[in-house]
Nanobody, 124 residues
Framework: QVQLVESGGGLVQAGGSLRLSCAAS????????IGWFRQAPGKEREFVAA????????YSADSVKGRFTISRDNTKNTVYLQMNSLKPEDTAVYSC?????????????????WGHGTQVTVSS
């Protein structure tokens, strides 16, 4: 069992930066791949980025590639999403999730445990 809590969201102007954190409880945190997803009002949940259990491999959606960076620190049971050059279309609730799948899963069904999310709002 893994419990996930996101933090770091807020209101930022276009072009600004935010760093989201996903803090996990549970001794087996380092066994899970961790992904970030986002959901804007009226839209489906969208994959953002994922990192393998070791942190050795990451994958990001084309829409955020070059602007967002995912990383993890297993000594702190935390995964980070550094978001730079933010755009109004990045506005959404961002959630992290844990998966037992190998690699960097990109579909929500691949993830077992979810956090409640943190709101990110980018003003133009």
């Amino acid at each position: 069992q893994v419990q996930l809590v996101e933090s770091g969201g807020g209101l930022v102007q276009a072009g600004g930066s935010l760093r989201l954190s996903c803090a996990a409880s549970g001794r087996t945190f380092s066994s899970y791949a961790i992904g970030w997803f986002r959901q804007a009002p009226g839209k489906e949940r969208e994959f953002v980025a994922a990192v393998t259990w070791s942190g050795g491999n990451t994958y990001s959606a084309d829409s955020v590639k070059g602007r967002f960076t995912i990383s993890r620190d297993n000594t702190k049971n935390t995964v980070y999403l550094q978001m730079n050059s933010l755009k109004p279309e990045d506005t959404a609730v961002y959630s992290c999730a844990a998966s037992v799948r190998v690699g960097v899963p990109t579909t929500p069904l691949s993830y077992t445990f979810w956090g409640h999310g943190t709101q990110v709002t980018v003003s133009s």
